[in-house]
């Protein structure tokens, strides 16, 4: 539980430093670019190198990934029973933030050593985002399905270039002989991994923002999603990672860890410009449902062993 307390006192700071306009959002953005398009994608390079493949472990991916469209198709059958009008609702049932929260979260409790097994657990979610929600999204912005964007987003987003440039690297490294400069290489990534998490926590921080219109949708939604999930969670934990694949403990961790975190951030990235009720119901939902991860988590590494 304590190991969370230096993440968050980093998102705590970021809180401080919005409050007291010490930084513009201009360097804001700046901070968060140098995240997505270099520290991230280092981490996550780190993360996918160190991933033990076993065919028998894609029936982990695949539940993963049918759980996040499930939570979809709840939202869109729970939408109307809950009064929650917004299209934005069912999309925000499914998919996890784990680039720029959960692998921060994982690090500081379970280390860095464990990241490949984390990573494992996140390919399905991350499958499902790039596939599945962002084709949602992107029809509910434009009206339309469209293919190219889709593929054009996945094919050159830095995170999916590292994460299967890990994998490659976790299949053939072993035939590789030691040298001095994919030495030098590896510590270079690992310099820039290291950047992730204190700059991931500040701009965070820096980007909490809670109106008190909007609260009763924000906290439905909340509700809705981690109750199910931690349900979802622990049947998976028992019936597949520890009753038919036999995985070790560290991976019902992983899962737990990832479904207690909140919608992917890029939800808001897909939105139109003058969609504003429903940006500041998704904008309110995520930054609740940020403070509100950091909490379970700490409770979870607790009680959950």
């Not at 968050?8 to 995240?35: C, D, H, M, Y």
């Not at 979809?72 to 009008?85: E, H, I, N, R, Y």
């Not at 949602?136 to 054009?152: A, C, P, Q, Y």
């Not at 310099?191 to 998490?197: E, F, H, I, K, S």
Request: aromatic share 10%.
């Amino acid at each position: 539980m304590w190991s969370i307390l230096p993440i968050l006192l980093l998102f705590v700071l970021g809180f401080i430093l919005q409050k007291s306009k010490s930084f513009s959002e201009a360097t804001i953005a700046g901070i968060k670019r140098i995240v997505s398009d270099l520290a991230l994608p280092a981490l996550m390079f780190q993360a996918f190198s160190n991933v033990e493949l076993e065919s028998r472990y894609l029936l982990l991916v695949v539940t993963i990934f049918a759980v996040c469209l499930v939570m979809v198709l709840l939202g869109k059958a729970l939408a109307k029973p809950l009064g929650m009008k917004s299209p934005y609702f069912p999309l925000m049932m499914g998919g996890f933030e784990m680039g720029m929260l959960g692998y921060a979260l994982f690090i500081s409790v379970y280390g860095a050593e464990n990241l490949g097994k984390l990573a494992l657990v996140d390919l399905g979610q991350v499958l499902f985002v790039f596939f599945v929600l962002m084709a949602f999204l992107i029809k509910e912005r434009d009206g339309v399905h469209n293919t190219k964007v889709l593929l054009r987003q996945f094919l050159t987003s830095p995170v999916i270039i590292a994460i299967f440039a890990g994998i490659l690297v976790s299949l053939y490294a072993k035939n590789v002989p030691p040298n001095p400069l994919f030495t030098a290489l590896g510590e270079f990534i690992s310099l820039l991994a290291n950047l992730t998490v204190p700059l991931i926590a500040i701009s965070i921080g820096y980007g909490i923002h809670i109106k008190g219109e909007g609260m009763a949708k924000a906290f439905t939604t909340i509700l809705v999603r981690k109750v199910l999930l931690i349900i979802l969670a622990l049947l998976i934990n028992h019936f597949l990672v520890d009753g038919l694949l036999g995985m070790s403990a560290i991976y019902r961790y992983a899962v737990l860890l990832m479904f207690l975190t909140p919608p992917p951030f890029i939800i808001t990235i897909f939105m139109r410009s003058d969609d504003k009720e429903n940006a500041d119901y998704v904008d309110n939902t995520l930054s609740m449902d940020t403070l509100v991860s950091i909490i379970l988590v700490m409770v979870a590494t607790t009680v959950y062993i």
